[in-house]
């Protein structure tokens, strides 16, 4: 009985016991379940729709998407909110494509994830003789995934999503691919040998401790700073020690700059937070400690003018990775290891008697926050109709301040840009935004994820053309009827949408919309609640009664056209060229 019995002996004793037998559907889910993954987020079709109708008769939730690209960023956030590895699963080919961004940004994004695809058989694509969907999955995703993996028996599930949980997690965390052929699914063995042959990874979140001596480097660096700087990044608030974090923070006395989703962390209204005073802290400080977060585009990699006088700073860095050091610039304290390992490690060196940075500097970053705080709440309460980014986003500023268990999701350009700024976050991993690539379209699956994975009212400020990468999705919302509230800040276009067509033709600018779009027609048609507004006060009621309600909810906020700047805060990335700014006077105007 068990491993030598061929897979006619098995469809015979089928026939009489089909209880002592399972399968490859079954030994995927049970596989699943054993290293504590609950949810799937899925599109059905071949060979995967019943893996997910068995997975939900088994007492797992799957989520069913519109298109995998959703699910996929789903499982992407729910990966960066929990600390275990999204499960997203795919139709082949084509499904799998559009899953395979999300697995990218999970991996750029240095969150766990796991892609499950089903693919056609081995012998029929490897020979190219034109399958249903064919393709060589797992060579498409290697090179977009922390690991890939096939599955080709029955009897290796366990070892294959052990293998996928573990690589997804271990070190720096990232997506994995695990390949799963049709027929494996409906595979046969016997029950007890299958049982067994599963896999509970232990300890897939391994300590990594740093050296002492790394410990001793970097408080000698620390120590020497007049001028010190933290940027806390989101590998911080992916790591789940924020009481650490905080400690840490709090006892070395440093201003900190919170990265987009690690605001929170530490609460934006902390009296070291430094976010209103960034240039001045970016350009004079003289010491940065970074903790989870890479000096990559987003820090302009730790040059240039913002960053005042070159070579004038030393870094500490915190990461898991040990090639993430010198990527960008020399850093003279590597502390390698996980954040609460290296935190814990660093309050123990430094004691009890740490010198806390000159009074000078931090009162001067501390006046200037004040004063720019103050500079900029007037523009918060202007009541203007239509409405501009800051009177719209005074509202939802104030309204999260009421609700600090509310998960803010956000993308769009200007809609990104503004709202990073204004929306004080208050408690951590409480915003989900567009990550390391600046991706449009995580919106949705953001948001549902975060509606399913922590139970919390979310909040999805949307910019009108971000949100449609993924609107569809919102007859997802609505169907499993998620505590989510949708907010568009309707400029009609990408940046502006008051562009013209440079060339004097009929057809549009190439960054505009329909104008004056309903969206909040299209949450009708499903069954959610749709608002119209084009006020802050007609906007906080809607956002207040949404909350109130917690029902899948849209409003369509009228922002003036010409409200946006191109391409928000970064238009400085925009290509440009003499010869184009001299052939088009218009775009000196931009
Ligand atoms: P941000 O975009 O917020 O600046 P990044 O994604 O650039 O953040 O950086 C996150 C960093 O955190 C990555 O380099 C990753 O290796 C690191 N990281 C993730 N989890 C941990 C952890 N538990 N301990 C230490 N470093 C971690
Ligand atoms: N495609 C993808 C997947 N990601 C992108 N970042 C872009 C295209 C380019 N892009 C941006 O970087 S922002 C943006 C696009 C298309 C949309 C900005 O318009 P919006 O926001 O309506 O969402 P604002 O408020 O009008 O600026
Ligand atoms: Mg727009």
């Not at 070579?311 to 290891?337: C, H, R, Y």
């Not at 840009?417 to 408690?427: E, F, G, N, V, Y």
């Not at 971000?466 to 919102?474: D, K, L, P, R």
């Not at 509230?485 to 057809?507: K, S």
Request: charged share 20%; with cysteine; glycine share 10%.
């Amino acid at each position: 009985m068990g491993l030598d019995e061929t897979q006619d002996d098995l469809a015979a004793r089928a026939e009489t016991a089909p209880e002592t037998l399972t399968d490859g559907f079954h030994l995927l889910i049970d596989a699943l379940k054993l290293n504590g993954v609950e949810t799937i987020y899925n599109v059905p079709g071949i060979p995967i729709t019943d893996l997910g109708r068995y997975a939900q008769a088994q007492g797992m939730r799957v989520i069913s998407f519109r298109h995998e690209q959703h699910a996929g960023y789903a499982a992407a956030a729910a990966g960066f909110l929990t600390k275990k590895p999204g499960v997203c699963m795919t139709v082949s080919a084509p499904g799998f494509l559009n899953g395979l961004t999300a697995l990218a940004h999970a991996t750029t994004n240095c969150w766990p994830m796991i892609l499950i695809s089903g693919s056609s058989e081995r012998e029929v694509v490897d020979l190219q003789r034109g399958d249903y969907e064919e393709m060589d999955q797992l060579a498409i995703a290697r090179p977009h995934a922390k690991a890939a993996y096939r599955i080709l028996e029955a009897k290796d599930i366990g070892l294959g999503v052990a293998r996928a949980v573990r690589a997804a997690l271990t070190g720096r965390p990232g997506g994995v691919y695990l390949d799963v052929p049709g027929a494996l699914l409906g595979q046969v063995m016997d029950a007890v040998e299958g049982q067994k042959s599963l896999i509970e990874v232990v300890d897939p979140n391994p300590k990594s401790v740093p050296a002492p001596e790394a410990v001793a480097r970097a408080v000698d660096v620390l120590s020497k700073a007049e001028k010190p700087l933290i940027i806390i990044g989101k590998g911080a608030a992916y790591a789940q020690c924020d009481d650490l974090v905080r400690n840490l923070v709090e006892t070395l006395g440093f201003p900190y700059l919170p990265m987009s989703m690690a605001k929170g962390l530490l609460p934006d209204t902390h009296p070291q937070c430094a976010s209103a005073a960034r240039s001045l802290v970016l350009k004079e400080s003289d010491c940065v400690f970074l903790i989870g977060a890479r000096l990559n585009w987003l820090l302009s990699h730790g040059e240039g003018k913002a960053w005042g006088e070159k070579g004038a700073k030393s870094f500490v860095q915190i990461d898991i990775e040990p090639t993430e050091m010198d990527s960008n610039q020399k850093i003279s304290a590597p502390l390698i290891g996980d954040i609460e390992s290296c935190a814990g490690a660093l309050l123990e060196a430094i004691g009890s008697d740490w010198k806390k940075p000159p009074e000078e500097w931090t009162g001067a970053v501390s006046a200037k926050v004040q004063a720019n705080v103050e500079r900029m709440a007037p523009k918060l309460r202007n009541n203007n109709s239509p409405m501009d980014y800051q009177g719209s986003l005074g509202v939802l500023k104030d309204l999260i301040a009421e609700n600090p268990d509310v998960v803010l999701v956000n993308e769009g350009a200007n809609a990104l840009d503004q709202a990073r700024s204004i929306i004080d976050i208050h408690k951590p991993r409480k915003r989900l935004d567009v990550g390391t690539w600046g991706i449009m379209g995580i919106g949705m699956g953001s948001a549902i994820a975060a509606a399913i994975e922590t139970g919390n009212q979310v909040l999805a400020v949307e910019g009108d053309s971000a949100f449609g990468f993924c609107g569809m999705e919102i007859e997802t919302v609505c169907r499993y009827n998620l505590p989510v509230c949708i907010v568009i800040m309707n400029n009609n276009g990408i940046y502006r949408g008051d562009g013209e067509n440079w060339g004097g033709g009929d057809d549009p600018s190439t960054t505009v919309f329909v104008k004056d779009a309903r969206y909040d027609l299209m949450m009708q048609a499903f069954g959610g609640e749709g608002r119209h507004v084009d006020n802050p006060d007609a906007l906080r009621a809607a956002v207040k009664e949404a909350f109130a309600s917690g029902k899948p909810t849209l409003i369509n906020a009228v922002i003036a056209e010409g409200a946006g700047r191109e391409s928000g805060n970064i238009g400085n990335l925009n290509p440009s060229s003499v010869v184009a700014q001299a052939r088009y006077p218009q775009a000196k105007k931009i």
